[in-house]
């Protein structure tokens, strides 16, 4: 059986590196496209390219600042519903499910719009300075969204690990935090990057939504600079941009990925 994967492995070889190359250079040549658009573009555009830089780096932000917030709300939504405590694992279970199951785009209405009418409230519980401008509700919105389904993937992942591995750390004598320290969790990671990869790739593109709240991300300065220059070419590049971003991020978890499976690979492959 082994010697049979490793031949299946051998005979895949070339097509994966085929597929690598392709993708790379319809990568170039996008590139390539994109920057011959932007030399293209009247000169006036010029004036507002440091704009289009700026909303770059906002939109680097967003998605950062919300991956790292609702990375820390999900291992805590995680731990409830593996507490064995049935009103808070109902709870966080509902939160997962509310979430996942609604669009991005009305949580932010939501949140946007319902935080000034409630207002009162939120300044008695003081959180108002969450809701208080449109990049402190995206954030919030966005933690949010991405926590539920960043909570999905850790409870899956964490719950594909065998019972038997659990069993072995108890005969130990390991504590249940050291267990799942040193022998739940990093199994459940392999299984848990690539669908983290994705939902990085996920929120990168969603990022987009925060433009319609008024914020100068990298989508809402292409906007700003259609509006002003009528071109409509600008949207190209900043889709180019995108594109980049994700398939460089996609490549990077893939990368991550195979160097942390390296021991549990099938012997004699390569």
Not at 1 to 10: H, N, S, T, Y
Not at 139 to 154: I, K, M, R
Request: charge should be positive.
């Amino acid at each position: 059986m082994r010697v049979a994967a490793a031949d299946l492995r051998r005979a895949l070889r070339p097509a994966r590196l085929g597929g690598v190359a392709l993708c790379g250079l319809l990568a170039a040549a996008l590139v390539l496209l994109a920057w011959r658009i932007a030399e293209s573009l009247d000169d006036d555009l010029g004036e507002y390219l440091p704009r289009l830089v700026d909303g770059f780096r906002l939109t680097l932000l967003i998605v950062s600042l919300s991956l790292l917030a609702g990375a820390a709300l999900a291992i805590l939504v995680t731990t409830l519903r593996l507490a064995g405590l049935p009103v808070l694992g109902r709870a966080a279970a509902a939160y997962c499910y509310v979430f996942r199951g609604t669009p991005l785009l009305a949580q932010l209405y939501l949140i946007y719009y319902g935080a000034g009418q409630a207002r009162p409230l939120l300044d008695l519980v003081g959180l108002w300075p969450l809701f208080r401008d449109p990049l402190s509700c995206v954030l919030v919105s966005f933690s949010l969204n991405t926590a539920a389904y960043q909570a999905e993937v850790l409870l899956g992942a964490i719950r594909s690990v065998p019972a038997a591995q659990m069993e072995a750390a108890r005969a130990l004598g390991l504590p249940r935090l050291a267990t799942y320290g040193r022998v739940i969790l990093p199994q459940a990671l392999i299984v848990a990057l690539r669908p983290l990869g994705n939902e990085l790739a996920k929120m990168l593109k969603a990022s987009a939504l925060a433009s319609v709240v008024t914020l100068l991300d990298l989508m809402g300065s292409a906007s700003l600079i259609y509006s002003r220059t009528f071109d409509f070419r600008i949207f190209l590049v900043v889709a180019v941009v995108y594109l980049v971003l994700v398939e460089g991020l996609r490549w990077l978890a893939g990368a991550i990925e195979s160097r942390l499976v390296r021991h549990i690979q099938v012997p004699g492959a390569r």
